[in-house]
């Protein structure tokens, strides 16, 4: 993927609307290619192929092998919500307003992003991780999922702009990651999120990590940094115990998303100290953040 300092990222949204509705009229056993086509994956190319079934047969993406008459509605109400439109408006008024505050810094030419329909029929996706979620810490790519619902349908672009903040801080930051960069990570796109989009556009998988709770997860999140070398190690600290279990991994006492919340105190911490903005510090490294906030930085940091 190609970097820049200049003050341009072209933003490549795929508008897959109209796309997915041609596949829910195809055959079964015909979809999966289609799928496969619709993200320019080959059906030579065994370990994309696999990751899309993986995503479709056994992730949080729509089934790919079930004919759903709930599908194509779904997609149309996506489509009434102008969530690809909300996308592409919200990574563009979220780059002019990073570039204002901290141009220079490295970012990739050119941003690839897709949202694929989701799997309604899984509580742990729709009700505690809200039918929505993206990935983006592969600089140059987007990928999102969303199951259309009442409150994550006006903030599809919120979505995305928090993942554009990992797109951006990936390459302007050295060292090795660990969970203290994760969680810095995190902490960073929630409240950057929330500088673009305002204070309710964001936050709710780990609404409830308040009070008491959050104080424990605060101890045993900021208590495992520097430990681990693997993101199986990491994840039950960033994601919580119910996806740890889902991924097959040791629960640790951390509630759904903890780390998030976690994260997002360190970081308005270190703001309200320093008197910046998230989009001031996106690019500083881990350890400076972790001591203005008042944090111990891990040995490894």
Not at 14 to 22: G, I, P
Not at 101 to 127: A, K, N, Q
Not at 189 to 204: I, Q
Request: glycine share 8%; charged share 25%; with cysteine.
């Amino acid at each position: 993927m190609a970097m820049s300092t200049d003050d341009q990222i072209e933003f490549v949204v795929h508008d897959d609307a109209a796309a997915l509705q041609r596949l829910f009229t195809l055959p079964i056993s015909a979809r999966l290619d289609a799928l496969a086509t619709m993200r320019s994956v080959s059906s030579f190319d065994t370990a994309a192929m696999e990751t899309l079934r993986q995503i479709h047969e056994r992730g949080d993406g729509f089934r790919v092998e079930v004919d759903d008459p709930r599908y194509p509605i779904a997609v149309e109400r996506l489509v009434k919500a102008d969530a690809w439109g909300q996308i592409e408006r919200e990574l563009a008024r979220a780059w002019e307003y990073q570039n204002v505050m901290l141009p220079g810094i490295h970012h990739p030419d050119r941003i690839e992003v897709s949202l694929t329909l989701g799997y309604p029929d899984d509580p742990v996706f729709l009700e505690r991780t809200h039918g929505y979620y993206g990935m983006g810490s592969v600089p140059g790519t987007i990928w999102m999922v969303a199951w259309p619902t009442d409150y994550n349908e006006t903030r599809i672009g919120a979505c995305a702009v928090h993942e554009l903040a990992h797109n951006i801080r990936t390459p302007n930051v050295e060292g090795p990651f660990n969970l203290a960069e994760w969680v810095i990570h995190e902490g960073l796109a929630e409240v950057f999120t929330v500088e673009v989009c305002g204070p309710e556009s964001t936050g709710v998988w780990y609404r409830d990590v308040t009070g008491k709770v959050f104080d424990e997860t605060w101890d045993k999140v900021v208590g495992a940094f520097g430990t681990g070398t693997t993101f199986r190690e990491w994840s039950p600290y960033v994601l919580g115990d119910e996806v740890a279990r889902r991924l097959g991994m040791e629960p640790v006492g951390v509630p759904h998303m903890g780390g998030y919340a976690v994260g997002r105190r360190i970081v308005e911490r270190y703001l309200a100290a320093t008197g910046l903005k998230a989009a001031n510090v996106i690019a500083r490294p881990v350890h400076e953040l972790l001591e203005g906030a008042g944090v111990k930085p891990p040995a490894t940091a």
